[in-house]
């Protein structure tokens, strides 16, 4: 393994443009380079962004951070952006966004993320249980406007709760190692003190410029505040919070009441927020009753229970289709979010991003395919 | 469908159904590593044999290099179109949600665009199996495959014509969705294929330029042996899956339905025809590997889109399932098999002399035991 990223990526560069071009992929028709490309060394593709794992630590007890190695196709996260990370579980690939929580200017090429465990999922929980060096997984390229202004305001307040710790983590690692020479405020609310996943890491760093404060809201006492945001928080901690640039995250509740005293005041402009949901996997089961929504065509119908194919046919649409039996496959398009059931055998698929036979599957509850 | 098909009562087909239907189940809830790590080891195999291949006809000028070559990019060919190629492109692997093995991404080394394909293999062929007028698989425009096909002098011709389809087979497979017999009478006009040959135009070049100029450029004076390693090899495959493939339908004995037959069909319906319709070939497990598995022809028509590793398995049951019934089974070596399809293409060359012909096929399509059952 070559020890310098910048030297590999360069020459990774020259590689790449003869790899890339026609008379090499004129060579491997129909099946492209990175077929190949994978019988060397399974991390080499031309394009893909492809990671290694190359630590595992369990900070808290329903976490996991992994520290990932991205092959030279990584362009780099700014910090507080995330990524898609695609990981194939019993022969299932899985894809879910974490935030990155390492500093952007992470000088050793790796990237850190933090899986909080939902004990109903199925990503977070084999990447706590299952996850070990050497472990490879498919990323996106980093995404998100939840990133520093290009100047940066002389006092920062970050407000996370729960696992939205991990994109503030990105932002006050990345100031730390910039030298930022103003202020920042870090409120993060918990349940409990010993679910901070780098807490120790935060108590450390504290300094005159940068004040942590827990908020714990089911263990009275433990942390300098207690109980959910509220105004007096503010003014306990970072009264100047309206000439800061504020950033939030966590999950919905938090977000709404930050976000509704910013309007309040009028100052929202200077708030970005990062909303987190736990994906409600297979909550919702009911085969008829919310929106049918086709992404590509923005045609939104309320979903009647038939198959999918029916009711786009209904609402004006004509999706490609063949047998309408489920034989033929001429009909497969991307779920891309909701539960739907297989009709032939009612089966429930929940992953985002699925391919899914039209003719013969019914969506439950809410769901939007890409036709 | 009362006259032709009478054997099975409207019960036993709804059973027929909902048993093969609980068999898809049993078998679509199975689906997991096992199925996945299959799939791609034999790409990687695949991919192997395809790199040792070319190497080794890059010293296409020593004999054994030459022939070994040409025999590894032979397996090569015949993996990726028929255990890979057919079988992701019928969705079997789309539960993976890899981009890479996905029915409506997958592009095959051959010349055959994937689209055409998925078209006329996986929805006309697999929907109407069998029912003449309908299955342009039966005898593909060109030849007279089933008795129930009118003779026409031009059929004289039919062993040549199935001769030449099986050397350029892949080129065959590629034209196929022009629908050359419509052309020739008029029923479809040239500019309506327009899209179809560009594509076809596109495909085809792609290929060409691939084994028949740049890689025995590539090879620099070897460049003759390196064109005919892998010329030979595309023929190699060309022979093997025409072989295979008219073996899933066209031995004798296979039944073919007609359009009225199969109006208003019910699931249990369509399996019965899918059933009665298809073929199988004896084997090892190294035979069924390279031939796709498509030797399980009964068994993939029946669950055209579970992972073809899977057939071998429920072979037992199907079968046991087809007796049940009183449904033939038709299974058989590959060399009777074979032997069955060649025969009834010089058999079917000829008009019908009037004491073979139809009698004898109505006998095997019906189901002489069936009345028990129920």
Request: hydrophobic content about 40%.
């Given at each position: ?248 995250c966590g999950p919905g509740p938090l977000l709404d009441a930050v976000r509704a005293m910013w309007v309040e005041e009028g100052i929202e402009d200077r708030l970005l927020a990062e909303r987190f949901t736990a994906a409600a996997i297979g909550a919702d089961v009911r085969d008829a009753g919310g929106e049918l ?79 | ?16 159904g909902r048993e093969l239907d609980a068999l898809r189940r049993e078998l679509a809830g199975d689906l997991g590593e096992q199925d996945a790590a299959y799939i791609r080891r034999v790409v990687t195999a695949q991919q192997r044999f395809e790199v040792a291949g070319r190497a080794l006809l890059w010293a296409g000028w020593f004999p054994p290099a030459w022939l070994a070559g040409t025999a ?303």
């Amino acid at each position: 393994m070559v020890r310098n990223p910048s030297f590999a990526r360069a020459g990774w560069r020259h590689v790449r443009r003869v790899l890339d071009s026609r008379v090499v992929s004129a060579l491997t028709v129909p099946h492209g380079v990175d077929r190949y490309l994978g019988l060397v060394n399974p991390m080499w593709s031309v394009r893909e962004v492809r990671a290694v794992v190359a630590g595992v630590a369990h900070h808290t007890a329903d976490s996991v951070t992994l520290t990932l190695r991205p092959n030279a196709n990584w362009r780099g996260a700014r910090a507080g952006q995330h990524v898609r990370l695609a990981v194939e579980i019993d022969g299932v690939r899985r894809t879910r966004c974490f935030s990155v929580a390492s500093s952007a200017d992470r000088a050793d090429g790796t990237i850190e993320i933090t899986a909080k465990v939902n004990p109903a999922g199925t990503v977070s929980r084999y990447l706590k249980e299952a996850a070990r060096p050497g472990l490879m997984v498919a990323l996106s390229q980093a995404e998100g406007e939840f990133v520093l202004p290009e100047v940066l305001p002389e006092h920062v307040l970050l407000i996370s709760g729960g696992s939205g710790i991990t994109p503030v983590m990105s932002l006050v690692r990345t100031l730390t190692d910039r030298c930022y020479p103003g202020r920042i405020t870090f409120l993060h609310y918990t349940r409990a003190a010993g679910d901070v996943v780098y807490r120790a890491e935060l108590a450390a760093a504290a300094s005159s410029r940068l004040d942590v404060v827990f908020s714990c809201t089911a263990e009275p006492g433990a942390g300098r505040l207690d109980g959910r945001f509220r105004r007096e928080h503010l003014l306990e901690v970072a009264p100047g919070y309206a000439d800061a640039m504020t950033y939030v995250c966590g999950p919905g509740p938090l977000l709404d009441a930050v976000r509704a005293m910013w309007v309040e005041e009028g100052i929202e402009d200077r708030l970005l927020a990062e909303r987190f949901t736990a994906a409600a996997i297979g909550a919702d089961v009911r085969d008829a009753g919310g929106e049918l929504r086709f992404t590509r065509s923005g045609i939104t119908t309320p979903n009647d229970g038939r198959t999918v194919l029916e009711q786009a046919e209904g609402a004006g649409l004509s999706p490609q289709f063949g047998c309408r039996m489920g034989v033929c496959h001429s009909c497969s398009s991307v779920k891309t979010s909701g539960s739907v059931r297989n009709v032939l055998d009612g089966a429930l698929t929940t992953e985002t991003g699925a391919w899914i036979q039209l003719c013969v599957t019914a969506p439950c509850g809410d769901v939007e395919v890409d036709i | 469908m009362a006259t032709r098909i009478p054997r099975l009562t409207p019960e036993q087909f709804a059973a027929l159904g909902r048993e093969l239907d609980a068999l898809r189940r049993e078998l679509a809830g199975d689906l997991g590593e096992q199925d996945a790590a299959y799939i791609r080891r034999v790409v990687t195999a695949q991919q192997r044999f395809e790199v040792a291949g070319r190497a080794l006809l890059w010293a296409g000028w020593f004999p054994p290099a030459w022939l070994a070559g040409t025999a590894a990019l032979s397996i090569s060919k015949i993996l990726d179109n028929m255990e890979i190629g057919h079988n992701v492109m019928h969705g079997q692997y789309d539960w993976m949600g890899d981009p890479a093995l996905n029915s409506k991404m997958f592009e095959w080394d051959t010349v055959c665009p994937a689209e055409q394909w998925r078209h006329t293999h996986n929805y006309v062929h697999h929907t109407f199996t069998n029912i003449l007028g309908k299955d342009r698989d039966i005898g593909y425009g060109l030849l007279r495959m089933i008795d129930a096909q009118r003779w026409r002098p031009y059929y004289l011709g039919n062993p040549v014509y199935a001769f030449v389809l099986m050397l350029a087979f892949e080129w065959g497979v590629m034209l196929h969705d022009l629908e050359i017999e419509k052309l020739r009478t008029g029923r479809k006009s040239w500019a309506e294929t327009k899209g179809l040959r560009r594509r076809m135009w596109h495909k085809g070049v792609k290929q060409a330029l691939k084994d028949y100029v740049l890689f025995p450029v590539l090879s620099g004076p070897g460049a003759l042996a390196t064109l005919t390693g892998n010329a030979t090899a595309n023929l190699v495959r060309n022979l093997w899956a025409f072989s295979i493939i008219f073996c899933g339908h066209f031995p004798e004995g296979v039944a073919d339905f007609t359009e009225q037959e199969c109006e208003e069909e019910t699931r249990g319906q369509w399996y019965y025809r899918q059933m009665l319709g298809s073929s199988n070939i004896e084997g090892g497990k190294l035979f069924h590997l390279v031939a796709g598995n498509l030797s399980f022809q009964i068994e993939h028509h029946l669950f055209p889109d579970i992972p073809a590793r899977r057939y071998q398995e429920i072979a037992p049951r199907v079968r046991e399932i087809s007796d049940r019934y009183g449904l033939r089974y038709n299974t058989g070596p590959l060399s009777r098999q074979v032997g069955s399809v060649w025969k009834k293409i010089f058999r079917l060359a000829l008009p019908p002399s009037r004491k073979t012909a139809p009698a004898g096929r109505r006998g095997q399509r019906v189901a002489p035991e069936a009345a028990r059952v129920a």
